[in-house]
T-cell receptor, first 113, second 113 residues
Framework: AQTVTQSQPEMSVQEAETVTLSCTYD???????LFWYKQPPSRQMILVIRQEAYKQQNATENRFSVNFQKAAKSFSLKISDSQLGDAAMYFC??????????FGKGTRLHILP | NAGVTQTPKFQVLKTGQSMTLQCAQDMNHNSMYWYRQDPGMGLRLIYYSASEGTTDKGEVPNGYNVSRLNKREFSLRLESAAPSQTSVYFC????????????FGPGTRLTVT
């Protein structure tokens, strides 16, 4: 079975600085999708960024980018120019061939003003 | 276009009572999911439905049943609630092609006393 591991339960970063959240996963599949979701205090789940495993190019969305290392099964999220509104829980998720989506336990990100 | 809706938003049950959590989506998605979220545990998949009439167990199916009534609706039933089922429950839907992004409902906070 696939697993997703987020090894950092909590992280803090100064406003305007850059922070990287780690995610590793375990799978025997070659074709899959990876996602980062943000969950602010409102509890709503918001998609931040997605990556298809067959694409070598790392995905970027404005201040958010990923470092996708397929061989290492690593999928980290980099947030540049951190803003107070980025404070939230961040979840890494894996979607495989069976279309089930598995989440990591999350990283709580604090932004220090 | 309401996206994914869940009812109720809050519920308190006594041990042994039963209830059904309702979920509906208006995006014509094939796949629907039920998750539970507990502190420090991330989102864990309870059940999954790839299409109308099909359901599959996730990581934590014990104590739950589901019904995929039609393409729009996917309900989660607790037959005999236990305190261990106190949690926040999320319903989600997605398509099996394109972005494969999941869209989440607002969640149901369930307390079992």
């Amino acid at each position: 079975a696939q697993t997703v591991t987020q090894s950092q339960p909590e992280m803090s970063v100064q406003e305007a600085e850059t922070v990287t959240l780690s995610c590793t996963y375990d799978t025997s599949e070659s074709d899959y999708y990876l996602f980062w979701y943000k969950q602010p205090p409102s509890r709503q789940m918001i998609l931040v960024i997605r990556q298809e495993a067959y694409k070598q190019q790392n995905a970027t969305e404005n201040r958010f980018s990923v470092n996708f290392q397929k061989a290492a099964k690593s999928f980290s999220l980099k947030i540049s120019d951190s803003q107070l509104g980025d404070a939230a829980m961040y979840f890494c998720a894996y979607r495989g061939r069976d279309d089930k989506i598995i989440f990591g336990k999350g990283t709580r990100l604090h932004i220090l003003p | 276009n309401a996206g994914v809706t869940q009812t109720p938003k809050f519920q308190v049950l006594k041990t042994g009572q039963s209830m059904t959590l309702q979920c509906a989506q208006d995006m014509n998605h094939n796949s629907m999911y039920w998750y539970r979220q507990d502190p420090g545990m991330g989102l864990r998949l309870i059940y999954y439905s790839a299409s109308e009439g099909t359901t599959d167990k996730g990581e934590v199916p014990n104590g739950y049943n589901v019904s995929r009534l039609n393409k729009r609706e996917f309900s989660l039933r607790l037959e005999s609630a236990a305190p261990s089922q106190t949690s926040v429950y999320f319903c989600a839907s997605s398509e099996v092609w394109g972005t494969r992004e999941q869209y989440f409902g607002p969640g149901t906070r369930l307390t079992v006393t």
